[in-house]
């Protein structure tokens, strides 16, 4: 059974950090691209960053840029967001996804597989 776990996601503080992971397992997922999204209550599904296979392109959407980063570890089958400096608007429900294709927001693709999500909540 192919999956894509999420871990991570918790209570934090305005200001502060946390770290997501996502592990896939029941394939190999270290030659395609990699990425996380976010819904919150009431809104649609929005992406967040993508990552390369090779690791060596990543996009992010302009509410995130500066503040998180995406990265991983095609030897444990792993993508990581480092989310820093964290806001109430970036309390979602975070998904990571692959994309066979592209790491790009604007190549289709995305939800090739999807991991069933974690909560991330941002006080003020």
């Known amino acids: 059974q192919v999956q894509l776990v999420e871990s991570g996601g918790g209570l934090v503080q305005a200001g502060g950090s946390l770290r997501l992971s996502c592990a896939g397992s029941?394939?190999?997922?270290?030659?395609?691209?990699l990425g996380w999204f976010r819904q919150a209550p009431g809104k649609t599904r929005e992406f967040v960053a993508g990552i390369a296979w090779h690791g060596g392109s990543t996009y992010y959407s302009d509410s995130v840029k500066g503040r998180f980063t995406i990265s991983r570890d095609n030897a444990k089958n792993t993508v990581y967001l480092q989310m820093d400096s964290l806001k109430p608007e970036d309390t979602s429900v975070y998904y990571c996804?692959?994309?066979?294709?592209?790491?790009?927001?604007?190549?289709?693709?995305?939800?090739?597989?999807w991991g069933q999500g974690t909560q991330v909540t941002v006080s003020s």
């Open positions: 996804a692959s994309n066979p294709y592209s790491a790009s927001p604007r190549v289709t693709g995305w939800g090739d597989y």
């Open positions: 029941g394939r190999d997922f270290s030659k395609v691209a």
